[in-house]
């Protein structure tokens, strides 16, 4: 008897929301809302409710099905004291049409939140450090971390700290749109992190503060020291590897693994010196496998038909872009040297497809004739 009404209900809420099409392709597969409904297992009589103060707020039809297909419990949610109530605060806030219900759609634990425990002491405290389009942001990156958490007991301490350092507001914003984790760690944590910094020698007024906070925040205090380890094991002091980080933080976002390989390719087979890679770190950003290994052959093979000069640096063509490379050391000379092309094309290939094997690279094969 009770699923009777349940199809009634389903039947009265197909023809409130949904926009029938009379063509034989919709009458063979249902509306998305309607298949949603179908298969939820949290219709009840509160459902029609529910979707109508969705609707009232710009909710598409679309979107109630997607929310529905990820929470249906949302189906059984008391309107008047629960659901309206956090919809009309974030519309207060500046959630108006899609940005809320974008914002609802893709974050739909939002809605299971208490409004005065969480969403509004959260939404107080980033309001003046983002705008609405950047809380969205913030708010979509760490969602389950920032709406579980009370700014009181880890982010207000912790931005406090930043601030107390000299870290601006812009700064802050910065954070908390591209990495609000970071400022979800632990105080702790924070502390050490800032404190590791500035040993380092980082100034918290100077951008790449941010750029070095996000990177060791990213990582556990054993795999900072391990990528430092790599560094310092091909002969490089501890002073030097800080100067590397201070230059470009980034260059030590990379694997272990990575930064291996790239160090013994660039001293053992280049022959560069760390002085070399202090000054130009983004040298540990490229690929050995799709940039590095074919470019160093190119430019061998042009070095031993001496059509590049002997003091021409190697290590200067590197950081060149594709269409530059191509340019300055193909095109160039495919006079003199017609299968070049070919011969960095093969080179690039050959490292992509042997991949994952054990293959050592014989430096001695760039200088082998080009394929013509």
Known sequence: MAKIPLRNLLSLIQKRFLQTNPTPSSASKPPPLKSALSTSPSSSPKSASVLSCLKSYGFETTQIATLVQKRPEILNCKVDTKLKPKLEYLTQKGFVGNPLSELIVSNPLILSRSLESHIKPLIEFLSPFLNVEELSVAIKRSFSWLLTL???????????????????????????????????????????????????????????????????????????????EVFMSLGWGKEEVFNTFRKDPICLTYSEKKLSCLMDFYVNTMKLDAKTIIACPTLLHYSIDKRIIARYKVLKFLRSMKLIKEDKKIVWAIPLSEKKFLQEYITKHRDKVPGLLDMYQHAAKQRKTTKGKNEKFDPKSASLTPVV
Not at 158 to 172: F, T
Not at 180 to 188: A, F, G, I, K, M
């Open 150 to 228: 009370k700014p009181s007991t880890v982010l207000q301490p912790n931005v406090d700290l930043l601030i107390s350092e000299g870290i601006s507001s812009s700064g802050i914003s910065k954070l908390l749109v591209s990495q609000p984790r970071v400022l979800l760690q632990s105080h702790d944590r924070m502390v050490y992190a800032v404190k590791t910094l500035k040993e380092i020698g980082f100034e918290p007024k100077q951008l790449r503060f941010i750029q070095a906070l996000r990177v060791i925040c990213s990582m556990s205090k054993s795999n900072w020291m391990k990528k430092v």
